[in-house]
């Protein structure tokens, strides 16, 4: 085992992707694995889930785990998608005890974002990046000179008298029977409020739908530049797994455990 290699976990309310990351490249080392969110997806049922990865991936290194939920300290301050028993747990420490092995948690929005930062369409980036992920809801990743600014959460702003990922997510376009170009057009919309709030100076589009982006693109009117994410559905274990590594590199990780297998 290397420095490099790090186990992401991708936490989400209906899938947990996991594969081991070279964070150096940003590559899998092996095939993304995806088994189904248990439900109810409570802490007792998502770290069996979760030991069943490792040990089936043979794992005993650091790993980084994207969590849909505020993380602040390593806490779940919220609960999106999966259970609310899950507020007010130290997920960190909680997978750490479970696991006997480090792990780093961060908003799985926040670790898609650090992937596109890296190796997908913010590469290079300054100023102000905005990564929105558009799938169930509406995920957000902010960006300053390529240092995150975590659990922004945009999708949750009140917009047209309701949640902005109740107006315009790809799930809303979906219940709503929207074509791309009324829920472009809707999008836009949204994306202009974000303009006059925070001027980006770029806009990544993420989730599944943006690999509809053509269906779509010719309805968005910014000033900011807006292109879809290139990393796909790999960006959340990829980010997680980077996130991992940084932060131990940093000297922020806080656990009983030391990484000693990596070195």
Excluded at 149 to 164: D, M, Q, R, S, Y
Excluded at 180 to 203: A, Q, S
């Amino acid at each position: 085992m290397t420095k490099e290699l790090v186990l992401g976990l991708d936490i989400g309310g209906t899938g947990i992707k996991a594969a081991i990351v070279n964070t150096s490249t940003g590559k899998l080392v092996t095939e993304r694995m995806k088994v189904p969110t248990p439900q109810p997806s409570t802490p007792k049922a998502i770290i069996q889930i979760i030991k069943g990865i490792v040990q089936k991936l043979n794992w005993s290194g650091l790993i980084g785990c994207g969590f849909p939920s505020v993380i602040k300290d390593g806490v779940a301050c919220t609960a999106a998608n999966i259970d609310d028993s899950w507020i007010s747990v130290n997920v960190e420490e909680f997978f750490s005890n479970e696991l006997k092995l480090p792990v780093v948690a961060i908003n799985d929005a926040d670790a898609a974002g650090i992937t596109e930062i890296n190796f997908g369409a913010g590469v290079n980036k300054k100023g102000t990046v905005l990564l929105l992920t558009l799938g169930t809801g509406i995920g957000s990743a902010l960006f300053i000179d390529g240092i995150l600014v975590p659990n922004t959460e945009l999708g949750h702003l009140i917009f047209k008298g309701t949640a902005a990922e109740k107006y315009c997510s790809n799930a809303a376009r979906i219940a709503k029977e929207l074509t791309y170009e009324k829920w472009g057009k809707r999008l836009n919309k949204f994306l202009l409020h974000i303009e006059r709030v925070m001027t980006p100076h770029y806009i990544i589009l993420g989730g599944g739908v943006s690999k509809k982006f053509n269906n779509y693109k010719e309805y968005i009117k910014t000033s900011c530049s807006v292109v879809p994410a290139i990393t796909k559905n790999e960006a959340g274990v990829i980010g997680a797994a980077l996130a991992a590594k940084t932060f131990y590199q940093e000297k922020k990780f806080k656990t009983q455990f030391e990484y000693k297998q990596a070195i």
